[in-house]
């Protein structure tokens, strides 16, 4: 297996624009998470799914980000209206289960002007 | 609240020293703990986990849990320039259904 695969690896967009990070998890593997990592906060877990299913959304800081899980294969988190805040790296993870070790995607560095 | 707290570093030792990384956490119920390795600009990657009191070792790393203490310790033998990288504690805390990572510390072995 390739691992887990995020695109885009670097994205540069405006302020206002939208902005949508993609994710293929490990096959076989039931739980997809979305973290963010930032100097300030360090790895932040976004939102988990388990078989597709959204679980915990908890860490979703606003209502501009969104997240989907379509299939067992693909999952996308989407932010609209972008801020220079949301500047980071997000990073898609999948595991066997929920508490156990969790695969990282390489990443995708996020920088809104 | 759930916490895991580890000193954000710079920890620096020199090539062939022992390095030990240090995580506390929270919650005495805490079952599993994992320590992630993370070099500048790449993703986290596992290299240790622990669920047992006592030690676990595996080639030059070693991981301590102390539940009593609430602590997970990390050990790195005859320290490596190519083990310079930020250390990420992640434990699954009880009442909560996944892991929670610490801010990680940072490791520096100069040659």
């Known amino acids: 297996d390739a691992g887990v695969i995020q695109s885009p690896r670097h994205e540069v967009t405006e302020m206002g624009q939208e902005v949508t990070l993609r994710c293929k998890p490990i096959s076989g593997h039931d739980y997809l998470f979305w973290y963010r990592q930032t100097m300030m906060r360090g790895l932040e877990l976004l939102i988990y799914?388990?078989?597709?299913?959204?679980?915990?959304d908890s860490g979703m800081p606003e209502d501009r980000f969104s997240a989907k899980m379509p299939n067992a294969s693909f999952s996308t988190l989407k932010i609209q209206p972008s801020e220079p805040r949301d500047s980071a790296v997000y990073f898609c993870?999948?595991?066997?289960?929920?508490?156990?070790?969790?695969?990282f995607g390489q990443g995708t560095r996020l920088t809104v002007v | 609240q759930k916490e895991v707290e580890q000193n954000s570093g710079p920890l620096s030792v020199p090539e062939g020293a022992i390095a030990s990384l240090n995580c506390t956490y929270s919650d005495r119920g805490s079952q599993s703990f994992f320590w992630y390795r993370q070099y500048s600009g790449k993703s986290p990657e596992l290299i240790m986990f622990?669920?047992?009191?006592g030690d676990k070792e595996d080639g030059r790393f070693t991981a301590q849990l102390n539940k009593a203490s609430q602590y997970v310790s990390l050990l790195i033998r005859d320290s490596q320039p190519s083990d310079s990288a930020t250390y990420l504690c992640?434990?699954?805390?009880?009442?909560?259904?996944?892991?929670?990572f610490g801010k990680g510390t940072m490791l520096l072995v100069s040659p």
């Open positions: 992640a434990v699954a805390l009880s009442g909560y259904s996944t892991l929670t």
């Open positions: 622990i669920y047992s009191n």
């Open positions: 799914f388990n078989n597709n299913v959204p679980i915990d």
């Open positions: 993870a999948s595991s066997l289960d929920r508490d156990t070790e969790a695969f």
